[in-house]
């Protein structure tokens, strides 16, 4: 159980599973066939699962995986049938568009050609998954729609969290398919959370960029009010939901540090962030002296958080339109502090590497802070993101053994050319990082050449840095990992899914 453990942890450090595949890959082992492997979705397989028509449910006659789904989940009572799907979230709407060329696809500034151009860069990589925005009915858990559909179809296996992940064999691939229940009063919220521009698709931009880029846009909008007005109203109105957790913060020795305007699934709100300095973790609370601005009218939200009333929402559906609208407007202080939440993002760093590299590069230069990428070592962007964090993990630390610097890096990076799951440029970028090394030759200079500008980018002291020495490349370099680990650390270590 130790070994596993500790084999999972690492293997996550060193290989991130790639955005919309994620419960396809771990429902594999559910199937019978061992051979199975996961793919992105085709031109010719969307054919094959999208249903025939659009805007209404499938009937008996559609043939199509989704179209045999659909029909199933409208006859058992699990969804709205007045609301079929609209396929309106993610690149799913650009494959919607492609297969069925209807207009209302289409948001006001996009035009055929646009979506023609977006469609061409995504068939190069395939569609990671397919989400289906459904209404479930007021019974209908999303466990109970799993285990029906289950047990209906057996090509399918399910994983339920949030919404139904489905794992759906085709041939001799699986292929994942998301059901993503949209409340009536929560679906503007929804296309906020999900929406992927198609000329954000189009310049190899992925859907979390807008997201993350517009939470951080309104963290940057100056309140209209200030941190006194906030303390008198805690004093003046003590009997207030707010006031009597505000006070609780406060007895707890936290302060209140900051105001800021947050992209909430309800609308934007005003937040106050508490600090204490013995806790990493911050607090916050609902400002009552502003009404939440609900997302029914886009428009008035992008003019409320631009400060601008010649906007539109097109300009906040947009990661790209978005950054060039920063990058023309905002002052130099403000786009640096957007251009490092998004280098620092935990969402943005959930997709591939290579996903991750080519929205930072486009966002970042219409930013126009694309010298805060250059700055930093080439390690931290051409290695996965996860190797990295290896790096730094001190949770990892075995003090009894000693390694030096390159000894480590080059154990991490020999194992990772066994990995399959690598691409060849990632491939490629290992095997120049090797040779950037010597090869793990230990008289090598590695430590001010990659660590040592590594540290300085990431601002680690030096006392966290030396963990880097506590390794042993016998257990590092063992063929499954298993190496031993003092109980009280292997207990602390994360657990991976």
């Not at 691939?173 to 679906?187: A, F, G, P, S």
């Not at 194992?415 to 690598?422: G, R």
């Not at 499954?480 to 994360?494: A, E, N, V």
Request: aromatic residues 10%; glycine residues 4%.
């Amino acid at each position: 159980m130790k070994n596993k453990l500790i084999r999972e942890f690492i293997k996550s450090q060193l290989h991130q599973v790639y955005e919309g595949k994620a419960a396809a890959v771990k429902l594999l082992s559910q199937f019978e066939d061992p051979n199975l492997t996961y793919a992105p979705f085709t031109e010719e397989v969307i054919n094959k699962f999208l249903p025939k028509t659009y805007d209404k449910f499938p009937g008996s006659e559609d043939t199509t995986i989704l179209g045999r789904i659909l029909y199933s989940l409208v006859s058992a009572g699990l969804v709205n049938p007045d609301r079929p799907p609209k396929f309106q979230f993610g690149s799913t709407r650009l494959a919607a568009y492609m297969k069925y060329g209807m207009k209302q696809l289409l948001s006001p500034e996009e035009t055929p050609e646009i979506a023609g151009t977006a469609a061409e860069k995504k068939l190069k990589t395939g569609y990671g998954d397919l989400d289906v925005d459904l209404q479930f009915s007021p019974d209908a858990t999303t466990k109970k729609i799993a285990d029906f559909l289950v047990r209906k179809f057996p090509f399918i296996k399910a994983l339920v969290k949030n919404e139904v992940h489905l794992a759906i064999q085709y041939g001799e691939h699986v292929y994942q398919v998301d059901l993503i229940d949209v409340k009536k009063e929560k679906e503007q919220a929804e296309l906020v959370f999900q929406f992927s521009a198609f000329k954000d698709l189009a310049s190899e931009v992925k859907g979390v960029f807008q997201t993350e880029l517009l939470k951080a846009v309104a963290a940057m909008k100056d309140p209209v009010i200030g941190l006194k007005e906030i303390n008198d109203f805690s004093i003046t109105e003590p009997s207030h939901e707010f006031s009597i957790q505000y006070k609780k913060f406060i007895d707890c020795g936290f302060a209140p540090t900051n105001l800021r305007y947050q992209i909430s699934k309800l609308g934007v709100r005003l937040v106050v962030d508490f600090k204490k300095p013995t806790v990493k973790t911050m607090k916050s609370l609902e400002c009552p002296l502003q009404n939440i601005l609900s997302y029914d009218n886009l428009d008035q939200v992008a003019k409320f958080l631009l400060d601008d009333d010649l906007v539109n929402s097109s300009i906040i559906m947009s990661a790209v339109e978005l950054a060039r609208y920063v990058g023309n407007n905002f002052p130099v202080s403000k786009k640096q502090i957007i251009a490092t939440i998004m280098q620092d993002n935990r969402s943005i760093k959930r997709i591939s590497v290579e996903d991750q590299e080519k929205g930072l590069k486009a966002i970042l230069k219409l930013l126009k802070s694309e010298s805060n990428i250059s700055e930093q070592h080439w390690m931290q962007y051409t290695l996965p993101r996860k190797l990295t964090s290896f790096f730094k993990h001190k949770k990892l630390v075995y003090k009894k053994q000693k390694l030096d610097d390159n000894e480590l890096l080059s154990g991490i990076l020999r194992k990772l050319q066994t990995k399959k799951e690598l691409s060849n440029e990632e491939k490629s970028t290992v095997n120049s990082a090797l040779d950037e090394i010597g090869g793990g030759d230990p008289t090598f200079a590695i430590r001010e050449k990659i660590f040592r500008n590594q540290q300085a980018a990431r601002g680690i002291s030096d006392t966290d840095f030396d963990f880097l020495s506590n390794r042993s490349s016998t257990y590092l370099n063992s063929r499954d990992f298993s190496y031993s680990m003092p109980g009280k650390i292997r207990r602390k270590l994360p657990h991976t899914e």
